[in-house]
C-alpha cells in the first residue's frame, strides 16, 4: 500500500495545522448542518464531537452575493452555531479547503456546555465582493429547504482536490 504524503496546499489565513486535536471551531452557516458537515470532512460526525455554542458581539447575515451566511459585528448580536471539539489535522485540512478564498480564520471566544471557550471562526474577507453582508438575517432552516439539495453537488466540486490524508 502507497504512503500518502502530506497535502502540498496551504491555507494562510485559516486555521494552522498546530490547531489539530487541540483547538475548536465554531460554525455558523451552512457547516452547522450535519449532511454539509459530513460532506466537507467526507465522514460521519459523532454527536459527542459537536455541541451548540453561541457567539456574542456579531449578528448574522446572508452574504450578498451567495445563499450562506457572513457575521457583521454588533456588540448587542449574538449568534447561534455548532462547535467542532478538537478537529484532526485531517478535518482542518479539508475545513480550510471548503472556506478558502471566500473567509479568513480568527480565534474568538464562544460560550457551549455552560463554558467560555476559545474557538476557531470564519470571517467573511472584505476584498471578497460577493461576501459582503446582504443585510437579510440568514436561517439555516430556510437555506436547507430552498438550497441544500444543489449545495451537495456543489460540495462534490469543491471538495474533489481536497487532501484525502494528512
Do not use: C, K
Amino acid at each position: 500500500m502507497p504512503v500518502l504524503a502530506r497535502p502540498a496546499a496551504t491555507y494562510p489565513g485559516l486555521i494552522p495545522a498546530s490547531a489539530a486535536g487541540r483547538d475548536h471551531v465554531f460554525f455558523f452557516g451552512t457547516l452547522m448542518h450535519e449532511v454539509v458537515l459530513e460532506a466537507v470532512l467526507d465522514r460521519p460526525v459523532e454527536h459527542h464531537e459537536t455541541m451548540s455554542a453561541r457567539l456574542h458581539g456579531y449578528r448574522r447575515e446572508r452574504a450578498a452575493s451567495a445563499s450562506y451566511p457572513v457575521l457583521v459585528g454588533d456588540p448587542g448580536g449574538v449568534v447561534e452555531g455548532r462547535l467542532l471539539q478538537r478537529p484532526s489535522a485531517r478535518d482542518i485540512w479539508r475545513i480550510n479547503h471548503f472556506e478558502d478564498d471566500e473567509y479568513g480564520a480568527t480565534r474568538l471566544t464562544v460560550r457551549a456546555g455552560g463554558e467560555h471557550h476559545s474557538a476557531w471562526v470564519f470571517i467573511a474577507l472584505d476584498h471578497v465582493e460577493t461576501m459582503r453582508p446582504s443585510g437579510e438575517p440568514w436561517h439555516l432552516e430556510r437555506w436547507a429547504a430552498a438550497h441544500l439539495e444543489s449545495y451537495r453537488e456543489a460540495i462534490e466540486h469543491w471538495m474533489a482536490d481536497a487532501p484525502v490524508s494528512y
